[in-house]
């Protein structure tokens, strides 16, 4: 698949087959990630690949809306060192992760991490130094089945020249 194509077509998967993800991959998938443009190149991100499930099933409990990372095989958990720019760059590496995901055929989603009450529960349950801050969780595996939320058109956002 070109890029563009994968750009286009990933989606948030909420639903996975219980088949395992190649370590491999899911090293690819983080590699993605400590590649997205960080500003002053500070690359403040630290990633916690989870696959353990009982790990997994805690994280699903904490997160109020990623019950789903109880059943995705691996939770890409993204740390950020606290800074200026720690959520733009956090939020890129999040990006690239979703896309490298798609591209290798995985589904993933998003699920929040930042501002959330629950962002301590889950730095202290992966043993995360307290000058991190918890940006995202990242579910990854194949997926069982992929929506298709309402998009906006281009013709809805795009404006040329003023607004
Ligand atoms: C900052 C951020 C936080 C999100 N948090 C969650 C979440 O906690 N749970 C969830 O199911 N999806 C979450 N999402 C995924 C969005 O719901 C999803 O991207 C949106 O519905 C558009 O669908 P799409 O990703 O398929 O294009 C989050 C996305 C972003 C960018």
Redesign the pocket.
């Known amino acids: 698949m070109d890029a563009i194509e994968c750009l286009k077509t990933r ?2 998967v ?1 639903e996975y087959l219980d088949t395992p993800v190649p370590k491999e991959i899911i090293e690819d998938i983080v590699d993605c990630g400590r590649l997205a443009a960080s500003a002053i190149n500070i690359q403040p991100w630290v990633f916690i690949a989870v696959t353990d499930p009982a790990v997994r099933k805690k994280i699903a409990d904490i ?1 109020d ?2 019950k789903f990372i109880e059943q995705s095989p691996v939770c890409i958990v993204v740390f950020c060192l606290d800074g200026k720019y720690y959520l733009e760059d956090g939020s890129a590496a999040t990006q690239n992760m979703l896309n490298a995901a798609r591209a290798h055929g995985l589904g993933s ?4 991490g930042d501002k959330k009450e629950y962002a301590p529960k889950i730095a202290e349950l992966l043993g995360v130094p307290s000058d991190y801050k918890l940006v ?1 969780h990242i579910a990854v595996g194949y997926p069982a089945q992929v ?1 298709s ?1 309402a998009k906006k058109t281009l013709s809805e956002v795009l404006r040329w020249e003023h607004f």
Request: aromatic share 8%; proline share 15%; net charge positive.
């Open positions: 989606r948030s909420r997160c809306h990623g989603c998003w699920v929040a995202s929506p939320p």
